[in-house]
């Protein structure tokens, strides 16, 4: 069975002043797939990951996200076009909830794009328009099925920042969700979460990915969580690929196993 | 805690209150020449009050401490008395100028009120919604009454003519504000918003052939009853208010009017900010606030979304800047420094960022303060910036410290 | 050629007075990250605390110049670092941690109350001094026209100099100074490594407040007349010159100071002087917009 590609980066490179974060990484992401990239801390991931969702211009290479006969250079779009139009949607390493508005409405605000055009840029919707107030509707039913989901529907008219942290990370997740994208980049998602809570989310992105049929690109360093879900391994170290392959190949490589040396993780 | 450790704290604090105190308020110097006159004993109370002051603050038991209170963050409920209290106060702002005690002066009292209460709702979009801290507000202000006064003196237009134009012309110039300050922070925004209002405010004061300089435009015409002058007498073929009802002229009337044009402006004003925040509009400009990284991650253009607040912002102070204009019958640069800017700031911050009505409360007060005794003015800046000190460190998100949610999930 | 030169002077002069409060302002926000929109009331104080000094001694009968500066502007910095001392436990210290614009707001605050104290206790009448330094000397003459410097510009620019090689070496070389700059990377590890965090930032304060006094002190005697009114233009100048420099650079400060002061002087002298502050905003808004980091800052890459 031949995948898809959905994401073909190639040659990527990120200079900083002098220090080379990403040096010509290449990489494909499958549709479909869970796609996980790891390696020892300062290898480069969370500068992929930036690159990839506009909060860096790349000094090099080139992103290609494509789907359903559109294609998106990502390396040349504006940061949020990249959410917005290409659908890459993604989460924080430090969870960025907007914490003083409701569960809610992070949710709402997620599916601004949508609501801005059925209020017709606000204006019909300061008069009432029909629409409008149907759109609304529609997105307070989608974030609810989402909150049913995860179980913070109880909580829904709660400050995000009151949430305990496991939650919180999940809404972020379920939040990037309510965008509709393709291909979702979660930073770490496990990262605070113990052993019980850590299988719960990677279950969680199985089935997001199973339902909705997008691509999830993973950073992670909680191998349990990387060698159950991923399709797919990426492996960077000093900002270069070091191995790319499926998990169980990558678990016996032994220049990853060199490059994690001295880090233990089951 | 014992008594000698508290002891300690306060005769450091008195030392402080002394040391501050002596070189300022010790020797008072006189307004012309070289001469100065003790004042030892303020000095006095200054260390006294602060000795007292820190040793009471000292026996406040723990759990009484007011900002330990405050720590928590939440999105507090729907307050119930918020709506009630409203309808209360907009029957009372209805029937103020009939009421028995009311007088021209007062009614003339409650339309700068109200014009204060207008820019404090303006200015809340962008700093209390947007987190976007505006300091040159007052450019605005000036934009809206200058481009009234101008073209009612260059071109003759009038009050309902200009309104529109004024509140578009501001939001122009605030769109021309936000360009420059897209990629700012908060605290590089907020000077260089102070530059532009201190720009605007240098350009009035010396560009006199076309602003009249220091002496501004003194002749700005007053709004007319559908065409009809509220006046004792007309030009030649103008029908007055008075001649086509026939009422004897009274300049009450003329106050009333502008009050109630002023005050069904405030509502409409009010209508609009409070159905903003429910709109995809609103809800960007306070998930910009909250963090505007998650923003753009959500495809949240922010650039649209602070120029949105900046332009709305500033139509609105336009128009309280007309109705300023018309109140006082000529417009001058010195109504519109940056003193100005920071009373507006002082109305949003102590009213409640996001507040409606505690910006109302904080509007009134702040309006009506210099009336109660010239005294109390002098001081009325002193306390505002304490206030405003205070307010941050004790309530921060002000007196009404409630956030209603935009749109709330109800059980099936 | 000759007014050009004259101008030049004026402007390091003046430039030299923007470099002292901007010194300020950088050192607070390289270490705490705020801008202290008080420090320009702060300069303003140590304007009035020097004028105070001066008719004081006077009254006393010390008028020997040197010995009664010295007095002036051991207690102008004295006094005035009291008042930044007060001013950043009062109205910052506690908001340390509290959201992105409470410091700020808290800093207005401050700053509106400052400038309304000194109106209420001195009076809004401006205040003068006669001159204490008097006197210069002729640079050069050109087509008629005298170059002259007085010896109080020489001073103004040789103390501001001084202080800033002083202060250059206390950052390199002291263990404040080390503590400082570890405060400056990063406040939570210097606080685990044993610096005490509240004592540096206060001490940053208090030296950014003794500057500023100094500051005050050569306006008093440069211009011989202050209200209470001066702390607003010069504070926002003076960050301008921070900023312009690189906010968070010490030589940068004075490298900022300078550059503003001689813009100022230059277009007073060839341009309409009432619009000279116009310019000061536009470079401002100039340098934000296209250079915000500054002539000697490093660019800020956003953390995600």
Known sequence: MSKEALLAVEDLSMRFGGVTAVDEVSFTAYARDITAIIGPNGAGKTTVFNCLTGFYRPSAGSLVLAQDGKQFRLETLQGYRIARDAGVARTFQNVRLFAGMTVLENLIVAQHAELTRASRYNFGGLFGLRSHRAAERAAIERAREWLDLIGLTARANEAAGNLPYGAQRKLEIVRAMCTGPRLLCVDEPAAGLNPHESAELARFLVAIRDRFGIGILLIEHDMSVVMGISDHVVVLNYGQKIADGAASEIRRDPTVIAAYLGEEEA | MGWAPRLKDAALAALVAFALALPLAGFQTADTGQGFTTRFDWVAIAAGAAFAGKLLLGLVPRRFHLRQRAARRTALPENQAMPI????????????????????????LATVALIYVMLGWGLNIVVGLAGLLNLGYAAFYAVGAYSFALAAHWYGLTFWEMLPLAGLL????????????????????????????????????????????????????????????????????????????????????????????????ALVINWFSLRIRRLPVGRAWEALREDEIACRALGLNPTTIKLSAFAISAMIGGFAGVFFAARAGFVSPESFNFQESATILAIVVLGGMGSQLGIVLAGVVLATLPEFGRDLAQFRMLFFGAAMVAIMIWRPRGFFSTRAPSVRLDPP | MAYFLQQLVNGLALGAIYALIAIGYTMVYGIVGMINFAHGEIFMIGAFISLIGFLVLGALGITWVPLALLLVLLLAMGFTAVYGWTVERIAYRPLRGSFRLAPLISAIGMSIFLQNYVLLIQGAHEKTLPPVISGGFVLMQSGGFAVQVSWLQLIIVGVTLALMAAFTAMIQLTPLGRAQRATEQDMTMAALLGIDVDRTISLTFVIGAALAAVAGLMVTMQYGVIDFFIGFLAGVKAFTAAVLGGIGSLPGAVLGGLLIGLIEAFWSGYFPSEYKDVAVFAVLILVLMFRPSGLLGRPEVEKV
């Not at chain 2, 029937?95 to 007062?106: I, K, Q, T």
């Not at chain 2, 010396?206 to 435009?217: E, K, R």
């Open chain 2, 85 to 108: 209290a409203g309808a209360a106060l907009v029957a009372f702002a209805v029937l103020l100028p009939v009421l028995p005690f009311s007088s021209r002066a007062l009614v003339d």
């Open chain 2, 170 to 265: 501001a939001a122009v110039s605030g769109i021309l504000l936000g360009l420059p300050v897209l990629r700012l922070r908060g605290d590089y925004l907020a000077i260089v918003t102070l530059g532009f209002g201190e720009i605007v405010r240098i350009v009035l004061n010396n560009w006199s052939p076309v602003t009249g300089g220091p002496n501004g435009v003194n002749d700005v015409p007053r709004p007319t009853f559908f065409g009809m002058p509220i006046a004792a007498r007309a030009p030649e073929g103008v029908t007055t208010f008075n001649d086509f009802f026939h009422l004897a002229y009274n300049p009450m009337q003329r106050v009333m009017f502008l009050y109630y044009v002023c005050l069904a402006a």
